[in-house]
């Protein structure tokens, strides 16, 4: 198995390069979250050419929607969700600065092709480990789009958040490698 | 006719939601356990033991197993002799309700699939009813998740093909799902009845415990050959390759019309939530 990968946002193009698929990355600071209907207003937003309501330069998005905070707790159960539904947003936001994405499941090519133009990273969290991942949430605050509930955007503050490099900006897929090792 | 008092119903309703968001099944433990051992990737084991120990603090903390806390599916089977007071329908909605709220819960249903806004409550709930003799009600909340309810499909096969046929397009429907519903994976299969009625055979599958095998020899055979032949795709925990892409397939039938073949496949996560309780 690799190493361990530390790294902390915002990304430039060479901290991206450094990344390989399997990687093991472990990631400390601030990442923004955001899912479908949130994508669809940032995407909406850049094509009539206004100021999004946040910043992306650099910055790594996670798809989730998470549980309610119990009394006592910074955020619920914080797994990803699958990340197919998210494509037809993502190449926009890579072109307009976002560095990475954190998910579970298989991208579309023309994602692909957009991380390898734009030097952008797809990382994999484990699906179904919500109550798990929540435990690297240190700090959560809605940032836009409060009226979306479990979609709107918050920024969250993680230390050692567990991923696996899944799309790297080389061209490489874990899936596809994966699936082909353990084929019979 | 018994009556059982309307309160009973919603706190039981809202019992069993969070109860089947906390707590994973015992079945499904130990199918993580025998996969960590057959497991040959790494990667694999790694993530079959992150989700032991997401569990393990489902359990404990009493937090929701996934974010995902699933469109809230009820099967409710009502006996003749008994009925609930002010009405069983709205009264497993305010279950429903109930536990999504003081449950801590996600809600995420939207009032109109197009123009819709989130519901705020996780209603309406699923609920499929049937009726059985005594003066019981039992009540079996299977909370499912989006991600897997995705990748699962309804094929109107012809009758031409076969068995054989049925076996391709559930390990090809495994396959194009690939990453998606969340692997390893629990496949309930319908085959049989009409369009609409095997997608229920498909769903009411899911409620079988791993390793609970078809009554029928037959189709007892085919659950284990389906689950080999989808453990030989490599798809593995995740997605990120290995052996372990399945925990087990379950197949439920039902007579068909000369003319057609119905085949369903309902796709659940890992976490296979369902909880029963009887009144």
Same mark, same amino acid.
């Given at each position: 198995? @690799?190493?361990?990968?530390?790294?902390?946002?915002?990304?430039?193009?060479?901290?991206?390069?450094?990344?390989?698929?399997?990687?093991?990355? =472990?990631?400390?600071?601030?990442?923004?979250?955001?899912?479908?209907?949130?994508?669809?207003?940032?995407?909406?937003?850049?094509?009539?050419?206004?100021?999004?309501?946040?910043?992306?330069?650099? !910055?790594?998005?996670?798809?989730? &929607?998470?549980?309610?905070?119990?009394?006592?707790?910074?955020?619920?159960?914080?797994?990803?969700?699958?990340?197919?539904?998210?494509?037809?947003?993502?190449?926009? =936001?890579?072109?307009?600065?976002?560095?990475?994405?954190?998910?579970?499941?298989?991208?579309?090519?023309?994602?692909?092709?957009?991380?390898?133009?734009?030097?952008?990273?797809?990382?994999?969290?484990?699906?179904?480990?919500?109550? =798990?991942?929540?435990?690297?949430?240190?700090?959560?605050?809605?940032?836009?789009?409060?009226?979306?509930?479990?979609?709107?955007?918050?920024?969250?503050?993680?230390?050692?958040?567990?991923?696996?490099?899944?799309?790297?900006?080389?061209?490489?897929?874990?899936?596809?490698? &994966?699936?082909?090792?353990?084929?019979? | 006719?018994?009556?059982?008092?309307?309160?009973?119903?919603?706190?039981?309703?809202?019992?069993?939601?969070?109860?089947? $968001?906390?707590?994973?099944?015992?079945?499904?433990? !130990?199918?993580?356990?025998?996969?960590?051992?057959?497991?040959? @990737?790494?990667?694999?084991?790694?993530?079959?033991?992150?989700?032991?120990?997401?569990?393990?603090?489902?359990?404990?903390?009493?937090?929701?197993?996934? !974010?995902?806390?699933?469109?809230?599916?009820?099967?409710?089977? =009502?006996?003749? +002799?008994?009925?609930?007071?002010?009405?069983?329908?709205?009264?497993?909605?305010?279950?429903?309700?109930?536990?999504?709220?003081?449950?801590?819960?996600?809600?995420?249903?939207?009032?109109?699939?197009?123009?819709?806004?989130?519901?705020?409550?996780?209603?309406?709930?699923?609920?499929?009813?049937?009726?059985?003799?005594?003066?019981?009600?039992?009540?079996?909340?299977? #909370?499912? &998740?989006?991600?897997?309810?995705?990748?699962?499909?309804?094929?109107?096969?012809?009758?031409?093909?076969?068995?054989?046929?049925?076996?391709?397009?559930?390990?090809?429907?495994?396959?194009?799902? @690939?990453?998606?519903?969340?692997?390893?994976?629990?496949?309930?299969?319908?085959?049989?009845?009409?369009?609409?009625?095997?997608?229920?055979?498909?769903?009411?599958?899911?409620?079988? $415990?791993?390793?609970?095998?078809?009554?029928?020899?037959?189709?007892?055979?085919?659950?284990?050959?389906?689950?080999?032949?989808? $453990?030989?795709?490599?798809?593995?925990?995740?997605?990120?390759?290995?052996?372990?892409?399945?925990? +087990?397939?379950?197949?439920?039938?039902? #007579?068909?019309?000369?003319? @057609?073949?119905?085949?369903?496949?309902?796709?659940?996560?890992?976490?296979?939530?369902?909880?029963?309780?009887?009144?």
């Amino acid at each position: 198995m @690799s190493e361990l990968v530390k790294i902390t946002p915002p990304l430039s193009d060479e901290d991206v390069m450094k990344l390989k698929v399997g990687d093991r990355v =472990l990631i400390t600071g601030k990442i923004l979250t955001g899912r479908d209907s949130a994508h669809k207003r940032l995407y909406d937003l850049i094509q009539k050419g206004k100021a999004l309501p946040i910043d992306i330069k650099g !910055q790594i998005i996670y798809y989730v &929607g998470p549980a309610p905070a119990k009394p006592g707790s910074v955020i619920g159960s914080a797994g990803p969700t699958t990340s197919y539904r998210m494509d037809p947003y993502a190449p926009l =936001l890579m072109e307009h600065g976002l560095k990475g994405m954190i998910g579970k499941g298989v991208r579309s090519q023309p994602v692909r092709d957009a991380m390898q133009k734009h030097k952008a990273i797809y990382f994999a969290a484990t699906g179904g480990a919500g109550a =798990l991942i929540a435990k690297n949430i240190k700090a959560a605050r809605i940032i836009a789009y409060e009226d979306l509930g479990p979609e709107a955007i918050r920024e969250l503050e993680v230390v050692d958040f567990p991923v696996v490099v899944a799309n790297d900006a080389f061209g490489g897929d874990l899936y596809e490698e &994966g699936m082909k090792m353990f084929r019979r | 006719m018994r009556e059982v008092p309307y309160q009973t119903i919603v706190d039981t309703v809202a019992k069993l939601c969070m109860d089947a $968001n906390y707590f994973i099944g015992d079945d499904i433990i !130990q199918a993580f356990k025998q996969g960590i051992e057959k497991e040959e @990737s790494e990667t694999g084991k790694d993530i079959l033991r992150q989700l032991l120990e997401n569990a393990e603090i489902a359990k404990t903390e009493k937090v929701p197993l996934c !974010q995902d806390c699933g469109f809230a599916v009820v099967f409710l089977e =009502l006996g003749n +002799d008994v009925r609930a007071e002010g009405g069983i329908i709205k009264a497993i909605n305010d279950g429903v309700r109930k536990g999504y709220t003081d449950g801590y819960l996600r809600k995420s249903i939207l009032s109109d699939p197009v123009k819709g806004k989130n519901t705020g409550d996780n209603t309406p709930a699923i609920i499929h009813t049937t009726l059985a003799p005594g003066d019981k009600i039992k009540i079996t909340v299977a #909370p499912k &998740g989006g991600g897997s309810e995705n990748m699962s499909e309804v094929k109107m096969m012809k009758p031409a093909d076969g068995i054989e046929g049925v076996k391709n397009f559930v390990v090809d429907r495994v396959l194009r799902s @690939s990453s998606n519903p969340c692997p390893p994976i629990v496949v309930g299969v319908g085959i049989g009845g009409t369009f609409e009625y095997v997608a229920f055979l498909a769903k009411k599958a899911l409620l079988r $415990n791993i390793g609970d095998r078809n009554r029928d020899p037959f189709y007892a055979d085919v659950e284990k050959e389906l689950l080999e032949k989808i $453990n030989n795709l490599g798809i593995g925990p995740q997605g990120l390759g290995g052996r372990i892409t399945a925990l +087990d397939v379950f197949i439920e039938t039902h #007579p068909r019309h000369i003319a @057609s073949f119905p085949v369903a496949v309902n796709i659940n996560c890992h976490v296979a939530r369902h909880k029963t309780a009887i009144i």
